[in-house]
Each structure stands twice: as C-alpha cells, then as structure tokens.
C-alpha cells in the first residue's frame, strides 16, 4: 500500500512486511505525470515490481509500469533469501526505519534524475543557501534532541521514535497546501533526516555511557556534532556533484528536434525554464503561436512556487511571445497576471527591459508603451529612487533634456528629504554619461557647495572625471580635498586615494609631490 506520496514518487511498503520502497515519478507511467497523488493516494494498494536493491542500505526501488509487472516480479537477483534478509535488517534497525526514507527520498532524486536545483547560477547560489541553513537549523534541532535521549529511557525512546513518525507524516500532509503548487520537499526532508539520525545516535550513546562521568558525557557530545557536521558537509558536496551533472547533460545532450524530444527532457527536468523556452521557440518556429501560450500556462503550473527565478523566466518568454504576437490587451493581460505571481518592481523592469529593447528600433508603438510602463512604474513606486533614475534615463537617451530637468524636479519633490542628495548625484551621473559633461559638472558643483565636507560626494567626483579620461580634473579635484578643513582621517583618507591615483595614472614626482603636500599637513596642523 502506498505509503506516502512526493512530487518526486510514491513510497510503497511491501505487504506482509516492513519493507518501504520508493517508485519514482518517472516509473509510475509511460505519460507525463503531473501530479503524483493522481496515481495512487495514500493507503491505497497499488501491484509494483521490484526492480533494484541494496541489502546493504536496506533499500528497494520499484515500478508501477504495466509492462515491467508483466515481465517480473522480482529484480534480478532479488529472492526471498533477500527479503529475509531485508526484513531481518529492517527489524535490526527499527530506530533508523525513519531515517532510512529519507535517504531514499535523496538517493532517489539523485539517482533516477529529479532536479533539485536551478540550473541557472543566481538561482544555484540561493538554493545553495537556503538548504545550508536548512540543514543548520536541523543540526540545531538534533543538538536539542541528543540532551533529551541522553536522559530517558529505553520507553521513552520507542515514544520518540512514533512522535518522529508523526512528525514525517505532517511534513507529508503540508507539502500539498501550497495553493494547487507542489513543494520540492526537499528542506523538509532533509530536516527529519537530520532529526532521526540524531536520535539514533543520542540512543547508541545513552546506552553505552549510562555509567560515564560528566566530562565523558561532554566529549561524546562535542564528537556527534563533529560527526552530523561532517555528514552535512558530505551531503552538500554529494548534492552539487549531482547538480553538476544534470546541468552537463542537459547542455551535452544533442539539440532536440522533435516535440517527443523535449518532453523527454521536460520529464527529466520539470522545473528547468530553459528547457520550457527552448520548447516554447520549437513550437513558435513552426508558427505554432497558440501551443507555445499552452506550455507556457503548463510550465506555470507544474513548477512549485520554490521555483521562482524558473517560473520568472517563464513569465518573460510569455510577456516576449504576446509583445511580438499578440495584442496589446492580450500583452498588458499577460503582464498583470505577471505582476500578481512575482516580485512586482522585477516585473517592471523585465517589462521595460522588453519594449524598450524594442522602441530602440524606432517603433512607435513601443516606444509609446515604453512611456505608458514607464509612468505606470514611478506611480506604483513613488518613493523608489531606482524606478525614477530608471525614467530619467530613458529621457536622456531620447535627447529629452527638458524633461529630464521637468523630472528630476518631481523625483525631489516626491521623494523624502534624506534621498534628495544622492537623487541629485545619480542624476549628475546620468548628465555625464549620457548627456552633457558640462551640465553633469554643474550639478555635482552645486551638490557639493552645499555638502563641502562630504567625501563620498568628492570621491564619486574625482571617479566620474577619471572614467571619462579627465585625469587633470580628477587631479585638480583631489588637490582642492586636501585644501579644505577636513577631520584628519578624512584628510588621510584622500591623501592615500591622491597617492594611489598617482602611482596609476601620475609620474613618481607626482606620487612624491603627494607625499610632501601630506607632511606639509601634518606641520600646519600639529607643529611637528
């Protein structure tokens, strides 16, 4: 009978015994398996076959396919010597029957393919950290349960081990109350396994060191933390290695050519967005507009919201498909349900990222929604500083001065008094980099009047003149720093940004000049 159910598989325990089985989502049908508690719910029976197992490990895998039922019944290899024997395993380690799972749920998903991570960087680096702490705060947990088993007794153990059994079948029920999307499960899992292998290892050592001292008690504690540490980092390690591979199949594999080609890699990868794009082009290559809408809306619903870079990516080949297909209604559509499902401010600037892109060409069209998305930005977020920057940069590379100096006056107006100085030093970048230089001068003069002693306005200054090739600006710009009555620290601060300028861009008599103009400092300031 069925177990529990994953959106990876279904676990089965072996009638007549303790045996638990997992049969992963790619063995429970010949068809595309979207939701797995469709198959088999859990207490149903379910006819599978074995087809591979570890003694060793105290682990089976099975298959719910027709036609791998009919050929067998049994691995090759797998007897009822074996069953026995994985039976009398399974009754040797009661306390790790919990545990065990669990390392079938991973060893499942690293064997039989299921992606467990982005494969694009960014979105690697934030499972990456996630499942570290994750993991943290399961090391923490068992730390708390390893003081409690040390404690009680061998009753009190058998009552953990049921609250343990308790605790993976709540897991199991909350996984699908995540609004029609299934969780990857994967920081759940991982977090009972931590929790289980911990009480196994409080119940060996409070057993063997009833009679030990308090100093032995506190050695043993400081080697099971070394142990679950070291386990941890193995399992991370284990975890890229199979994140590495899936990424260089995908990328090795032969381009596919066929839609039965991408389904295959879609079964393979369900939650990879690049395979959904690339499937998305095939289709749209064909003139297919309608079936590339259909597996975008499909990509979006069998990805879980843990996936959100994926879906994110989804949501831009769509907003990309509707801009070059579609109407504008069916676009700003599109682009509203985008807005609901994701980071709004994200959805913006992917937006603009779209038509404006596009308005480059000279199209009118886009270039007037390019304005409308732009207006519609800054009044949803008035008092972010990045979406008016955003704006005045489209006007600016319009040759739009007016209104730029008409929307940099708004951006001050609207935004709080504490923002106004760095508006005005963003603008002035701006001016300079895709304006007049002379006008981006005047504004950092008129900024710094009024903040004389602000060195961080003076050092963006000096950058702006020396990324530009103005190197006898930015040199006459440090000597006027060094002029002014500045704190010490700060006089010795742009002393060492005047000699690393010189060192680079200067000659050795200038670094030497420098040098001398910082003696002469210290002289008039402390006579000495």
């Known amino acids: ?20 089985g997992m049969a992963h989502i790619s063995e429970l049908s010949k068809k595309f398996v979207g939701d797995v508690s469709a198959i088999a719910a859990t207490g149903q029976p379910v006819k599978c076959v074995v087809t591979k197992t570890d003694t060793s490990k105290n682990k089976l895998w099975l298959s719910l396919m027709p036609e791998k039922i009919e050929a067998g019944s049994w691995a090759d290899g797998f007897s009822d010597e074996t069953l026995v024997e994985l039976q009398k395993a399974s009754g040797m380690m009661e306390q790790d029957d919990a545990e065990a799972q669990t390392d079938e749920d991973e060893d499942g998903q690293q064997d039989l393919g299921v992606n467990l991570a982005d494969l694009d960087e960014e979105s690697s680096d934030s499972e990456s950290e996630d499942s570290e702490g994750v993991e943290e705060e399961a090391s923490s947990d068992a730390d ?68 030990s001292d308090e100093s032995e008690e506190e050695g043993d504690e400081s080697q099971r933390q070394a142990e679950r540490k070291k386990r941890q980092r193995a399992k991370r390690s284990k975890e890229l290695e199979v994140r ?65 870079s994926e879906r994110f990516n989804v949501w831009v080949a769509l907003l990309n498909l509707e801009n070059m297909y579609g109407t504008k209604e069916s676009l700003m559509a599109t682009f509203k349900k985008f807005r609901s499902q994701a980071d709004e401010k994200k959805a913006f600037a992917a937006m603009l990222d779209i038509v404006e892109s596009l308005a480059e060409n000279g199209d009118d069209q886009q ?68 304006g007049s230089a002379e006008r981006a001068r005047t504004m950092m003069e008129n900024v710094l009047s009024q903040n004389p002693r602000r060195t961080d306005l003076w050092g963006v200054y000096v950058d702006m003149e020396v990324k530009h090739g103005e190197l006898e600006r930015a040199r006459a710009l440090f000597q006027r720093i060094v002029s002014l009555p500045l704190k010490p620290r700060q006089v010795k601060m742009m002393l060492k940004r005047f000699i690393d300028f010189e060192r680079k861009h200067g000659t050795p008599d200038g670094v030497q000049e420098v040098i001398e103009t910082g003696r002469r400092y210290v002289q008039d300031k402390y006579g000495a």
């Open 1 to 20: 009978a069925v177990k529990s159910t994953q959106s990876y598989g279904l676990f089965v325990q072996i009638a007549n015994s303790d045996l638990v």
């Open 144 to 211: 708390g349960v390893d003081e409690e088993a040390e404690e009680s007794s061998d009753s009190e153990e058998e009552n953990s081990e049921s609250e343990s059994d308790s605790d993976s079948s709540s897991m199991d029920s909350d996984d699908d109350v995540t609004d029609g999307y299934q969780w990857e499960g994967f920081a759940e899992t991982t977090t009972t396994a931590e929790n289980q292998d911990s009480d196994q290892d409080s119940s060996d050592e409070s057993d063997d060191n009833d009679s």
């Open 244 to 308: 590495q591979a899936e990424e260089a199949a995908l990328h090795g594999a032969e381009n596919p050519t066929s839609k039965d080609d991408f389904e295959k890699l879609l079964i393979e990868n369900p939650s990879n967005s690049r395979v959904w794009v690339q499937y998305m082009a095939f289709t749209l290559s064909m003139a297919e507009i309608e079936s590339a809408r259909a597996l975008a809306e499909r990509a979006l619903k069998s990805m879980g919201l843990a996936d959100e």
């Open 367 to 434: 270039i007037e929604l390019a304005y409308e998305i732009h207006r519609a930005n800054t009044k949803r977020f008035p008092m972010s500083l990045k979406v008016w920057e955003r704006f005045a940069k489209w006007r600016l590379t319009r040759s739009e001065i007016d209104q730029f100096k008409e929307l940099m006056q708004r951006t001050l107006n609207v935004l709080p008094k504490r923002k106004h100085i760095k508006a005005a030093t963003r603008f002035a970048l701006l001016e300079f980099n895709h």
